[in-house]
């Protein structure tokens, strides 16, 4: 399946900066993600707990879908969805810009 141009630009993709991250209880790869998009913070539910340890993503900037309506995962509410590539076992890679971006800057 192909997309036209004008509707990829739908996409809204920002740089978002992981603030807070914790296990979610109940979930062995569920994590809950406070992350700055600029303008605001937001909750993110992210699956990549059998990968990352939530320490050792806090500080680090994703790349998220901003406008993506929002979707409730072991009662939480996901508000946007981070970008990861898998592996070739199968985990999930966080995609990250190379340098320091400030948070909400749009991916394009």
């Known amino acids: 399946m192909t997309v036209s141009f004008?509707?990829?630009?739908?996409?809204?993709?920002?740089?978002?900066k992981i603030l807070e991250a914790s296990r979610v209880e109940g979930s062995e790869k569920l994590l809950k993600l406070l992350i700055d998009v600029g303008d605001e913070k937001r909750q993110l539910i992210a699956g990549v707990g059998k990968v990352y340890e939530p320490e050792s993503l806090?500080?680090?900037?994703?790349?998220m879908v901003v406008n993506l309506e929002p979707k409730t995962m072991m009662g939480l509410e996901s508000q946007g969805m981070l970008l990861a590539a898998?592996?070739?076992n199968?985990?999930?890679?966080?995609?990250m810009p190379e340098s320091q971006v400030p948070p909400g800057s749009k991916v394009t």
């Open 58 to 63: 806090v500080g680090r900037e994703i790349v």
């Open 6 to 16: 004008d509707r990829f630009k739908e996409l809204d993709l920002r740089i978002a």
């Open 90 to 95: 199968g985990n999930p890679v966080l995609l």
């Open 86 to 88: 898998h592996d070739e």
